[in-house]
């Protein structure tokens, strides 16, 4: 639990979506015991869930996948793309490698599963209050693996096929977008190729630090020079520019 903080600082306001009510009054009651975390509102559904968002206005929604009227991907692709400042924390049962990747694709800036620790459940939420993205490490896999699967489908398939819901062309994939790849990331350098190589990992900025011997602090600058070189938003996206880049490994 966060030490004693001064009552008029701001707290991070949450939204907790999930069908099952033990569940979402017991996360609910766990998040209010913390000073700097509020409870604004409790959803049974995705429908409950966008229509809340919308009126509330929370830092973060705490989402399930898996609920009736409207499911959890659905309901954070709507609430990502109408509120830009809400950041979703998926919180699920649900490990498939499929629903990570459109989970991802959504929109969540984090992918917790049920069995994580209280601990880092709530460093998660103040990671994702932050702006920063966050994946579990067995999550973190399986979202590298099934991008590299897509960017193999993506070189062999022929111009004009679709793959997953992409259409192939001559100008996403061959020689003209190895070198746009290639040109990427001759510009990181050694320190920043190595980061964004534990950035794919799923490794947080303290996880780096410790990793490559630097202050958390530096390692943030780091990973907000490398976001400026790959004209990427999230972490998550870092760690997809960082899968194609080795995907000729």
């Not at 209280?118 to 998660?124: F, I, N, Q, R, V």
């Amino acid at each position: 639990m966060t030490a004693g903080l001064p009552d008029d600082l701001p707290r991070i306001r949450v939204l907790v979506a999930d069908d099952q009510a033990l569940i979402r009054r017991g996360m609910s009651l766990m998040l209010s015991v913390e000073p700097d975390m509020e409870v604004v509102g409790q959803a049974a559904d995705g429908v409950e869930a966008v229509e809340m968002a919308e009126r509330l206005r929370p830092d973060v929604v705490m989402m399930d996948l898996h609920m009736p009227r409207k499911g959890g991907v659905a309901a954070t692709r709507e609430i990502t793309r109408s509120l830009p400042h809400t950041h979703v924390l998926v919180l699920t049962t649900l490990d498939a490698e499929e629903t990570v990747f459109e989970a991802v694709r959504a929109g969540a800036h984090a992918y917790l599963l049920k069995d994580a620790s209280e601990e880092e459940l709530l460093e998660t939420v103040r990671a994702v209050h932050r702006g920063e993205s966050r994946l579990t490490p067995q999550i973190a896999r399986k979202v590298m693996d099934q991008f590299r699967r897509l960017a193999s489908s993506a070189e062999t398939a022929p111009t004009g096929t679709t793959v997953n819901g992409t259409t192939s062309s001559s100008k996403s994939s061959g020689p003209a977008q190895a070198a746009v790849t290639d040109s990427v990331a001759e510009t990181l350098s050694d320190k920043e190729e190595k980061i964004l190589s534990l950035i794919a990992e799923g490794k947080s900025n303290k996880q780096i630090a410790a990793a490559v011997f630097l202050a958390e602090g530096t390692v943030k600058n780091y990973v907000s020079r490398i976001m400026d070189k790959l004209h990427a938003n999230t972490r998550t996206e870092l760690a997809v520019m960082s899968v194609r880049q080795r995907r000729g490994d």
